[in-house]
């Protein structure tokens, strides 16, 4: 006796060694013998053999027709061994029922299973549905092979084009272009966007890492949505007497600070830093400031920037030199040794006398002895530099110095790249003259206004540090970093979400009014957590950049072999540029040692750079020329 069982989803046929009703022990033709419950047989037979009925069913199988069994099917369940009898007769063989059983068993799409060895045909819309989705499954497998090909012979179909960002930052795994490319970069053993690139979907290095972040953290883009005029500030009064002058690089728009000084009856002297107020127009919970809080920062990176406010809002509040401006001024009364006896802060509105440029500024202000060669404001920028020094003295913390660096990048120019745009990277120390001066009074209104804030019991951003690492708070705190009581962020309104919510709360204790928030508004802790995260995002990001540009500078300047200072664990610091490399090959130096690099390869895709040691480099390590 032979039986037809079905075992783990598959149909088998056997011979029977024992029969114990509940179950039999059968024995397949590989030789091996199973346990089957009587309730998984699905036919018994005595002839052929359970190895040639199922080669002799395989063969019957393969020209039987699907739909022409479901034509013949009926709406009702029925046995495999009926629809057998009725297409071979009533006296099908083995093999023939077998074969049934098997057609009806790898065609699910027609029949459903409704028992052992039982079936249903399925409904003509579910078979119609089914048919089409294999037809289309085929359409698209054939569609994916020929993209696949384009791509193996480096070539980039429109239809990816279409989905090139999708293929880049936001691969949907289900797509067909995204499966052609993932099946070509089998097949070549590439990266995903190493294929792309020598397809030519990656015309630009530079937009690729930009149009990254874009899809990150602008994923809706970065134009500002249509907002209603926002209301010019009204009744303030405009402060007689004060010409006020700012300090900023040449190409900032966002120009948030301004200084004025004005000499006092009984030989006193005003100093005020006038900082732009926007947030007398904007309020919480407006249009404008969902934007604000939405961007929560303008992102900076070399070339470009994003502002966190749209064009007409910096126009209107940014301080450039012309009509008076609104701003939220810190008046500091110094007395005639120059010693600070009051501060007053009012909003109002400043005229802005000019606008200098940092790149064109002298530092003679720091002579103490006026010369009649000195530029314009001069006069005026020697009592703020003496006004900063005491600040700085009286926080107690030594100046630490290092060497910022500023990119400026042209993109008119053109190099030996294939990409558009010139870098110049300038080394700019930090701790000069210039530099502590316009900080030093930065960090005095900042520490000022949050000690008004603290003092009158109102919430704020303020930023604290005890023992570790400097983190938000909404309530005040010391900051042992910068040796201070208390400290915000309050002076780049127009460009830091975290200063234009502080502004409004120092607004609203100086009309006294009742601030925009309270000590425990959950909205203002939210826009906290978000504004360190967004913040610290925006900033990795300049840096990738900065990175990148400086990548981009040494191909632009042919650059094959460079200075370099070690650093710890193997880095070097290049020194023309603000560039850290490993190398595998330093030998145990000390960290400020001189060295030089050679530049073995530069990936602008991959913003990466290979190099290695080419020796000592024949200056002085770093921090023995004083020594010297």
Known sequence: MNVLFEDDGQLKAGAVLADQQASLQVEVSTGRRLKVKAANVLLRFDSPGPGEALVRARAIAADLDPQFLWDVSGDDDFGFEALAREYFGAQASAPEQVAV???????????????????RRAPAAALAAALASVERRKREAAQIAVWAAALARREFPPELAAKRAMLLYRPDKNALEWKALAAACEAERMHPVAMLAACGAIPSTHDYHFDAFLAQAFPRGTAFPDLPPLPAPAGLPVAEGVRAFSIDDATTVEIDDAFSVRELPGGRTSV???????????????????????RLSTVYMPGRKITMLPDDVVAAFSLAAGEPRPVLSLYVELDADGAPVAHTTVAERVRIAANLALGEMDEAFANPL???????????????????????????????????????VDWSATTTLSESGRVRIVPRPRGSPLDKLVSELMIHVNATWGQLL???????????????????????????????????????????????????????????????????????????????????????FQERMEHYWCLRWLLQEGVTEAAGTVDRDGVVRLDAVPLRVRLADLPPLAQGTAVRVQVLRVDLLEATLEARYAGPADRAPAGTEAAA
């Open 370 to 408: 006026p010369s009649p060669g000195d530029p314009p404001w001069t006069a005026e920028m020697r009592v703020l530099w003496r006004l900063a020094q005491r600040f700085a003295a009286d926080r107690g913390k030594a100046d630490i110095a290092r060497v910022d660096f500023s990119f400026d």
């Open 272 to 294: 005020g830093i006038h900082i732009a107020a926007p947030g007398l127009a904007i309020v919480r919970g407006g249009a404008h400031d969902a934007v604000a809080r939405a």
């Open 101 to 119: 059983a098997q057609a009806l068993h790898a065609s699910p799409m027609y029949f459903y299973k409704r028992g052992k060895g039982r079936y």
């Open 454 to 540: 603290a003092k009158a019991g109102a919430a704020g951003l303020y930023r604290v540090q005890s023992g570790g690492k400097v983190k938000m708070s909404t309530r005040p705190g010391e900051h042992q970093g910068l040796g201070l009581s208390h400290y915000l962020w309050s002076s780049s309104p127009l460009r830091r979400y975290a200063d234009l919510v502080n502004q409004r709360q120092v607004l609203a204790v100086v009309a006294g009014e009742r601030p925009a928030h309270g000590a425990n508004d959950a909205e203002l802790v939210a826009a906290m957590t978000d504004f360190e995260a967004t913040y610290s995002h925006y900033a990795e």
